[in-house]
Nanobody, 126 residues
C-alpha cells in the first residue's frame, strides 16, 4: 500500500507560479512512475506530467509543455511540480498518482496508476 501526501497549490493570479509536492509516507517511490493529473469542473481528469518508473525521465501534456516542470531525486520522494505562467484554464484539482507497473507508453493513462493522492485545488484567477 502506498499513501501519497500532497502539499502546495492554492490561489494565484494569471501569469503567476505555484509549486506542489507529492510524497509517499513510509517509503520511497524508487521503481514507481509518478504522475500529476488534473480535473476541472465538469471535465475528465487529464494528464499533466509524469516521471518514468525506470529512471527520472519526464513527460508532459501538450497544454503545459514549457510552463510546468516536474522534478525529483532518484528516490522520487518527493516529486515536485513547478507551475509557471499559469492561466485560468489551469484551474482544477490536481492529483498525484503512483504505479509500479506503468510502462512508458501508458504514462499518460489514468488507469495505469494504482495509488492516488487526495487532490489539491489550484485556482488561477484575477
Amino acid at each position: 500500500q502506498v499513501q501519497l501526501v500532497q502539499s502546495g497549490g492554492g490561489l494565484v493570479q494569471p501569469g503567476g507560479s505555484l509549486e506542489m509536492s507529492c510524497k509517499a509516507s513510509e517509503r520511497t517511490l524508487r521503481g514507481y512512475a509518478v504522475a500529476w493529473f488534473r480535473q476541472a469542473p465538469g471535465k475528465e481528469r487529464e494528464f499533466v506530467a509524469a516521471v518514468s518508473r525506470t529512471d527520472t525521465s519526464t513527460y508532459y501534456g501538450e497544454s503545459v509543455k514549457g510552463r510546468f516542470t516536474v522534478s525529483t531525486s532518484n528516490a522520487k520522494n518527493p516529486v515536485s511540480l513547478r507551475m509557471n505562467s499559469l492561466k485560468p484554464e489551469d484551474t482544477g484539482v490536481y492529483y498525484c498518482a503512483a504505479g509500479n507497473r506503468v510502462i512508458t507508453s501508458a504514462l499518460m493513462s489514468r488507469g495505469a496508476y494504482d495509488w492516488w493522492g487526495h487532490g489539491t485545488q489550484v485556482t488561477v484567477s484575477s
